[in-house]
C-alpha cells in the first residue's frame, strides 16, 4: 500500500521494540449525560492487527469514531506516530493515513461501486491515470467489485456492499484502517473471505488493521493483539493468543451473549453515534 504521501514521521516505540503507529490513552466521551467511554487506553504498532473486543455497549464503536476523528473525546489523548490528534479534524487524519470503514458500511447506494470507490481517493487529489491504477490495484482483491464497477452500490448483496466498504477505505491509501463489525449481518462463507482478505492486506502490504468485532474465536484467529472494553473500560489487553486462553476473556466476554437486544446501549442510544 502506498505510504509516501503521508509525513515521514518517526513514530514511538513499544514495550516490544516495534513502532507505535496509533495509540488513545484514557479516553473518556459522554452523549449528553450518558458515559459511552469511561477510560479506554490502547495502542497498535505498524504492520499489527489489533482487535477491540466487548459485548454490546462496551464502548467499542465510539473508540473507533474518536480515533477516526468523528467524536470527541472531553478526556484523554489521541496520537497519530507520536503527534497529538486532538484539534486535527477528521478529513485531515484521514490525509494523515486514518480511514474507518464504519458499522453498516455507509457507502452511497445511489452511486455505482465506481463512484463509491472514487471517493474513497478524493483527498488523494490523484491524476486520472493514478487514480485508475488505484482503481484496479484495490479492485484487483476484490474480483466482484471489478465486475461489477458500473453497477449501483445499493443493489449489491450485503457481503458484496461490505467488501465495497473495505475497498473504499483502501482507495485512501491508509496507514490505518479502522473497521467497525465487519461481519455484522454476513452468511459465514462471506466472513471467512473477508478475514482472508483482512489477512492478506496485514502480511502482503503490511497495513495496520483496527477491528471491532463480536465473533471472538474469528478476530482472535487474525489479530496479534487484542484490548477487551468492559461498560466502557479497557480491562484486558494482550496478545490474541495469551487472551484466547485466558479465564478472564471467558468471565467478561465468550460466555456472556454477544447479541443482546434488551441490553441498554448508549452508543446506540444516541443515533447511533457511538
Do not use: C
Amino acid at each position: 500500500m502506498p505510504q509516501a504521501e503521508h509525513p515521514d514521521v518517526s513514530p514511538p516505540v513499544d514495550g516490544q521494540g516495534r513502532p507505535s503507529l496509533l495509540e488513545a490513552e484514557h479516553l473518556a466521551v459522554r452523549y449528553g449525560a450518558v458515559p459511552a467511554v469511561r477510560d479506554v487506553t490502547l495502542s497498535v504498532a505498524a504492520g499489527e492487527v489489533l482487535a477491540v473486543l466487548g459485548r454490546n455497549g462496551a464502548g467499542k464503536t465510539t473508540t473507533l469514531r474518536v480515533l477516526a476523528g468523528l467524536a470527541t473525546a472531553h478526556h484523554g489523548k489521541v496520537r497519530l506516530a507520536g503527534r497529538d490528534m486532538a484539534r486535527v479534524p477528521a478529513e485531515s487524519r484521514v490525509r494523515l493515513g486514518v480511514a474507518l470503514v464504519p458499522e453498516g458500511r455507509g457507502i452511497f447506494p445511489g452511486l455505482t461501486v465506481e463512484e463509491n470507490l472514487v471517493m474513497g481517493a478524493y483527498q488523494r487529489r490523484l491524476s486520472r491515470r493514478a487514480l485508475r491504477d488505484e482503481l484496479e490495484r484495490v479492485t484487483g482483491r476484490f474480483p466482484i467489485l471489478m465486475s461489477r464497477r458500473g453497477q449501483r452500490a445499493g443493489s449489491l448483496s450485503g457481503g458484496e456492499q461490505q467488501m465495497l466498504a473495505v475497498a473504499r477505505g483502501l482507495m485512501s491509501a491508509p496507514r490505518v484502517l479502522l473497521v467497525d463489525e465487519p461481519s455484522l449481518g454476513l452468511a459465514p462463507l462471506v466472513i471467512e473471505q473477508i478475514y482472508m482478505l483482512f489477512a492478506a492486506l496485514r502480511d502482503e502490504e503490511d497495513i495496520t488493521l483496527v477491528l471491532v468485532e463480536q465473533y471472538v474465536e474469528l478476530v482472535l484467529e487474525v489479530a496479534d493483539r487484542a484490548v477487551v472494553l468492559e461498560k466502557g473500560v479497557s480491562v484486558l489487553s494482550g496478545t490474541a493468543a495469551a487472551l484466547s486462553a485466558s479465564p478472564e476473556l471467558v468471565n467478561l466476554y465468550m460466555t456472556a451473549e454477544q447479541k443482546d437486544p434488551e441490553q441498554e446501549d448508549p452508543e446506540q442510544e444516541e443515533g447511533n453515534v457511538g
